[in-house]
């Protein structure tokens, strides 16, 4: 049975118990399904290369447990997370990491590229900050057609030095579309630290010069991602327009397979291992009386056996034909 909330301070009172379990259960995903990825690809059964969100999933389910199947997001090349809490199905991501034709892609797409149009996932993007304008475009349409959808676009720190950044981020004020711009600013870009690359100390500091809310949360606290997610959608589903919201948080692993992490000190992942987000976040769980230990031992059970069962149907897939090889690629032009 559930259990009863406390009488301690509201948490998440604009979500359900139910919902704030499938919300912990999502990040629970995201985090096996990421170690099944990583595994893989270290047997030698995957190849290419991957960037794990490990330590990251507290930004990505909190800014889309909110959101409706009809509100789009646009992602990034550390963009697992995201596809998972918009409601993609594991099974079918690792797929497309193993290159069946059941993926999302037909298997096309590998770990950068995965795309979910039926959830609402206009897909991720290998170039930095390529997302965000697609998530601008997005948003214009969705007023053009005088719904009350949002767009919602994913970035990293490393994209607010690109000038598609700052284009976009005006371009959506100045029409005061509805989207919401979250950055998941986890310190580094690829190597390169924040405080080295950037001449303001907050990303959310930028917002000003667009005339737009900026907003500054614990990227770890999937509560504070929600709230301020929360609040940035129903400004822009009013016609408010954007909002800039800055996820405070870190990657514990490399930037990407074949990072060695020379630039940052173990030191420092520990320390920030002590502030998982999914152990903040069952802890809070447990506080409430949102849920029980067993209830917690339960989902993580269960999560362990989806990705067992999700890795078996990739591995069995269905390998790509050598006559399809140019299936589903277009030149704009070109004879249909």
């Given at each position: 049975m559930m259990a009863k909330k406390s009488n301690q301070r509201p948490f998440h009172k604009e979500f359900s118990a139910e919902q704030q379990l499938e919300a912990f259960r999502r990040m629970c995903v995201i985090r096996r399904f990421e170690e099944t990825a990583e595994d893989s690809y270290m047997r030698g059964l995957t190849h290419g290369t991957m960037h794990l969100s490990i330590g990251q999933e507290a930004s990505a389910v909190g800014a889309t447990m909110g959101l409706r199947k009809t509100d789009y997001i646009t992602s990034t090349h550390r963009g697992h997370g995201h596809c998972i809490g918009k409601g993609a199905d594991p099974k079918l991501?690792?797929?497309?990491?193993?290159?069946?034709?059941?993926?999302?892609?037909?298997?096309?797409?590998?770990?950068?590229?995965?795309?979910?149009?039926?959830s609402g996932n206009l897909g991720a993007n290998g170039i930095v900050a390529g997302g965000i304008p697609i998530a601008v475009g997005a948003a214009l349409a969705i007023k053009k057609q005088k719904r009350d959808d949002v767009a919602l676009c994913f970035f990293g720190d490393g994209a607010t030095n690109e000038g598609a950044f700052h284009e976009s981020l005006n371009m959506a004020a100045i029409w005061r579309l509805p989207v919401i711009f979250v950055c998941e600013n986890n310190k580094y870009g690829m190597s390169v630290s924040t405080e080295r690359s950037m001449a303001v100390a907050n990303v959310a500091d930028r917002a000003s010069a667009y005339n737009m809310p900026g907003v500054m949360v614990d990227g770890n606290r999937i509560?504070?991602?929600?709230?301020?997610?929360?609040e940035a959608t129903a400004r822009a589903r009013r016609g408010d327009?954007?909002?800039?919201?800055?996820?405070?948080?870190?990657?514990?692993?490399?930037?990407?397979?074949?990072?060695?992490?020379?630039?940052?000190?173990k030191e420092e992942i520990e320390d920030w291992k002590l502030r998982d987000p999914i152990t903040l976040f069952e802890a809070e769980l447990l506080?409430?009386?949102?849920?029980?230990q067993a209830e917690i031992a339960g989902i993580h059970a269960s999560v362990a056996t989806e990705m067992v069962a999700g890795l078996e149907f990739a591995q069995n897939g269905t390998d790509p034909s050598p006559e399809f090889l140019t299936r589903d690629v277009y030149t704009p032009g070109a004879a249909p």
């Amino acid at each position: 049975m559930m259990a009863k909330k406390s009488n301690q301070r509201p948490f998440h009172k604009e979500f359900s118990a139910e919902q704030q379990l499938e919300a912990f259960r999502r990040m629970c995903v995201i985090r096996r399904f990421e170690e099944t990825a990583e595994d893989s690809y270290m047997r030698g059964l995957t190849h290419g290369t991957m960037h794990l969100s490990i330590g990251q999933e507290a930004s990505a389910v909190g800014a889309t447990m909110g959101l409706r199947k009809t509100d789009y997001i646009t992602s990034t090349h550390r963009g697992h997370g995201h596809c998972i809490g918009k409601g993609a199905d594991p099974k079918l991501m690792l797929a497309e990491f193993f290159g069946k034709e059941e993926g999302y892609c037909r298997g096309r797409g590998g770990s950068m590229h995965i795309a979910d149009i039926e959830s609402g996932n206009l897909g991720a993007n290998g170039i930095v900050a390529g997302g965000i304008p697609i998530a601008v475009g997005a948003a214009l349409a969705i007023k053009k057609q005088k719904r009350d959808d949002v767009a919602l676009c994913f970035f990293g720190d490393g994209a607010t030095n690109e000038g598609a950044f700052h284009e976009s981020l005006n371009m959506a004020a100045i029409w005061r579309l509805p989207v919401i711009f979250v950055c998941e600013n986890n310190k580094y870009g690829m190597s390169v630290s924040t405080e080295r690359s950037m001449a303001v100390a907050n990303v959310a500091d930028r917002a000003s010069a667009y005339n737009m809310p900026g907003v500054m949360v614990d990227g770890n606290r999937i509560e504070d991602v929600s709230e301020a997610v929360s609040e940035a959608t129903a400004r822009a589903r009013r016609g408010d327009g954007p909002t800039l919201i800055e996820c405070k948080t870190y990657r514990t692993r490399g930037h990407s397979r074949s990072d060695r992490n020379r630039y940052r000190t173990k030191e420092e992942i520990e320390d920030w291992k002590l502030r998982d987000p999914i152990t903040l976040f069952e802890a809070e769980l447990l506080a409430h009386g949102i849920a029980t230990q067993a209830e917690i031992a339960g989902i993580h059970a269960s999560v362990a056996t989806e990705m067992v069962a999700g890795l078996e149907f990739a591995q069995n897939g269905t390998d790509p034909s050598p006559e399809f090889l140019t299936r589903d690629v277009y030149t704009p032009g070109a004879a249909p």
